[in-house]
Each structure stands twice: as C-alpha cells, then as structure tokens.
C-alpha cells in the first residue's frame, strides 16, 4: 500500500507541474472566439524569394511549383529556387523544366535541411545580391491556396518581419498516423500561433509554410541553424534577439505527413532530440527573457520546447519502476499499475477534447470524409500518447537527420474532392 500511495503523490504531483505549465493554454483555446483579428495597414506588392530544399522530390516538386504559378500575386514579384540537396533522381531537372532557378548540392559531410538552405541563401546572395525584400521558406511537398502569398505580404506589410502561416495537410485521411499529425497542426495553427497573434505576443514556425526579412537574413548571417529541428531553433533564435513572429491565418498550405508508424517514430524521435538540443542551447536565455519585458514570449516558448517531454518520461519511468518493484515483492502489479492507468485515461481524456474541439471549428478545413474525421478523433489521443516512449528513447540514443519520403503527388484542386 505504501508503494500505491508513493506513485499516487507522485503523479498528483506531476499533475499539478503540468497544470500550471501549461494551464494558459487552456486559457488560448477561447480567445479565438473573443478576439478578431485587426485590419491590415496599406499593402504594396514586395519582392519575394520562394526557397525550397529537395531531396529525391521528383514525385511532389511540380504539384508545389504549379501552386507557385497559380498565385494571385503579380509573377514578376516572386523568384523560386530550389537546391537540389544530394539528389539522385530527377529533381533538379523537374524544377527546372517549371521555370525554377536550381542549384544542386552534393555534400555527404553536412547533412540536413539547416545546410541545404545557407547553401541556396549563399547562392543567391552572391548571384542575385539584395534584389528580394523577403524569403519564402517551403519543403519540395508543400501546396499553397493560390492566395498564399498574397495574404502573407499583408501581414509582412503590417511590420511583421517573420510570418508563418496555416499549416493543414493533404493526406488527412490515409490512416490514423496522418491524421494524428494533422490534427495536432491545425491545432497548433488555431490555437497556439491564431491565440497568440491575437494577443501581441510571438507565434512559432513550424516546420515550412514562414516568411522571413532580408532584414532577419542578414541579422541571423544567412540560414545558421542546423539542429535537428531547424524551424524551433530559428524560432527560439529570433524571439531571444528581441524579434516578434506573426501568423497569417488567411494562408493556408498544405503538407504530406508521415503513413507507417516506423517512419513516424523516426521522425517524431529527431523532433523530441531537436527539442533537448534548442533547450540545452537557448535554455539561459529564454530563462533570462522570462525576467524581461519578453517574459510572455519566453516562458510560451520554454513550455513549448521542454517540460512536456520531462514530465511525460519522468512519470512513466516512476510507475513503471514501481510496478516492477510490486512485483518483486508478490504484491499486486496491477494495484500498482492502477494510478498510472488513471493518469493515461485522464490524458486520454484531455487530448480528445482538444482534438475535439479542433475537428469541429475546423471541420471544413480538414479534408476526408465524415467517417474518418470522427473515428481519428478517437485515435488522435493514441497517437500523441506515443510520444511518451519516443522521448524516452531520445534521451538515450544518437539522432541524425534523415529525409522523409514523400509519395502524395496530388495537385491543390484536387484535395477539396476529398471531402
């Protein structure tokens, strides 16, 4: 009994450090529907560079580049470069073929999306000088609503030198993994990065989908962020150093998430390594910015990056020790057992009324049928709980970038007949 009232305390306890971490996100799931978002100031048509990093794409990049062509924004404002990122199959020649500037790169050595693009950003700065007022940052998968860029030069003419944008999927519906990511996405976009801009504060890049400022590139001295997570990294970066991220909820795009659960851990285990190496690089500084007149932004990035990962491997190794210890002393395993059911049932719980909540206010965003967007409610929960053993192991072993294939070849008119 003794055992059972221990792991009890413990989790009430790890309950509570949870709790006020992350109670003001709670907090951010209403102010979308309390706040509208402001007007945008006087707009003029800047000029853009459109960045992709590709890697054997040859199956997805003209489906991105058509959706480039197609925007209603003035086409003598918008260059597209691609960096063909070690290559062995017809990417470079593809892109080319769609009227893009390509440079290709063969390094072996220094591998990942961080060097792919201060490689193009070198190249374009030596070939093209300061010609673009602002970079467009997207993976070879990406698809852009043909308003993309437009609505996102409205917000960089609103003063916001760093924009991303909202991030939804196009294969929503292949399987329970899919849509496990997705729904995470358009929460993030909804309500983390739509709460915050609504309240002043700094949003997040995530992933693709951002524009950044000449002003930012020469700030930073080209694309210097070569962790495991690239996007935390800058984000992270840039919010330490004073800067203010915007978020465009009018620009949608769209990208192809992960279908095996193998390849789902390889990549969500190179997140979760990403995380401990950003806090373990910015961790004094954020704590430093808490203190500071930047202590919103901060302290939302610090719960961002960290304590969800330590709480969740923290609490699963005490009651799982405890278990084991039950068992050794032939008492009952599953008395022991039963306060971490309990805390995985009320987890469970909390993450479907997320999802929830999500699916309904997003519910014509999201892409399948009415079958799938019910029952993936239902493994949303499952799929996030799975980072529990991913961040445990990421503590432990080695993580290198590796490409993720990419198979959706679909054009953007053809992912709202997936309804």
């Known amino acids: 009994m003794k055992t059972i009232e221990t792991i009890q305390t413990v989790n009430y306890i790890l309950a509570l450090i949870f709790f006020f971490c992350y109670v003001y996100q709670i907090f951010y799931l209403f102010v979308p529907f309390f706040k509208k978002d402001r007007p945008h100031k006087n707009a003029r048509f800047h ?45 470079a020649a593809l892109a080319r073929a769609y009227g893009a500037i390509v440079y290709e790169r063969h390094n072996r050595e220094l591998v990942g ?3 792919a693009l201060d490689f193009l950003l070198a190249q374009i700065q030596r070939d093209w000088g300061d010609r673009f007022d602002g970079y467009f940052v997207f993976d070879a998968d ?55 801009m609504l309240l002043g504060t700094s949003c997040a890049v995530s992933g693709t989908g951002f524009l950044f400022s000449r002003r930012i590139l020469h700030k930073c001295g080209g694309w210097k ?15 330490v150093s004073g800067e203010r991220i915007g978020y465009c909820a009018r620009a949608e795009f769209f990208d192809e998430q992960p279908t095996t659960f193998r390849q789902s851990w390889r990549q969500r285990m190179r997140w979760a390594r990403g995380y401990l ?17 930047n202590f919103v932004s901060c302290f939302d990035m610090s719960m961002s990056i960290m304590p969800a990962i330590i709480l969740a491997v923290i609490g699963g190794v005490v009651n799982l020790i ?13 008395s022991a057992l039963k306060p971490f059911g309990i805390t995985l049932a009320n987890t469970y719980l909390f993450l479907f009324s997320l999802g929830l909540l999500t ?58 007949g997936n309804q």
């Open 277 to 293: 190496q950003v806090f373990y690089k910015y961790g004094g500084r954020l704590a430093q910015g808490v203190f500071s007149k």
């Open 322 to 334: 405890a278990a084991f210890h039950s068992l050794s002393l032939g008492q009952d395993v599953w």
């Open 225 to 239: 962020f070569f962790l495991l997570t690239e996007d935390i990294e800058f984000t992270i970066h840039n919010i």
């Open 113 to 115: 999306k961080g060097y």
């Open 47 to 91: 000029h853009y560079a459109i960045l992709i990093a590709a890697r054997n794409e040859a199956s997805v990049i003209t489906q991105l580049l058509e959706s480039i062509h197609a925007q209603d924004y003035p086409a003598d404002k918008i260059s597209t470069f691609v960096v063909a990122d070690n290559c062995t199959d017809d990417t």
């Open 359 to 416: 699916t309904l206010t997003e519910w014509r965003q999201i892409h399948t049928s009415c079958f799938k967007k019910i029952a993936y409610l239902f493994t949303f929960p499952i799929f996030m709980l799975t980072y529990i053993p991913i961040s445990f192991t990421a503590l432990f072993k080695h993580v290198e970038w590796k490409p993720i294939e990419h198979r959706v070849g679909i054009r953007i008119g053809e992912i709202a």
């Open 142 to 196: 990406n698809l852009l609503k043909n308003n993309y860029v437009r609505e996102m030069n409205r917000t960089f003419c609103d003063g916001y030198e760093i924009v991303t944008s909202y991030r939804n999927s196009k294969n929503y519906g292949d399987n329970w993994i899919s849509a496990g990511y997705a729904l995470w996405f358009l929460r993030e976009s909804q309500y983390l990065n739509h709460a915050r």
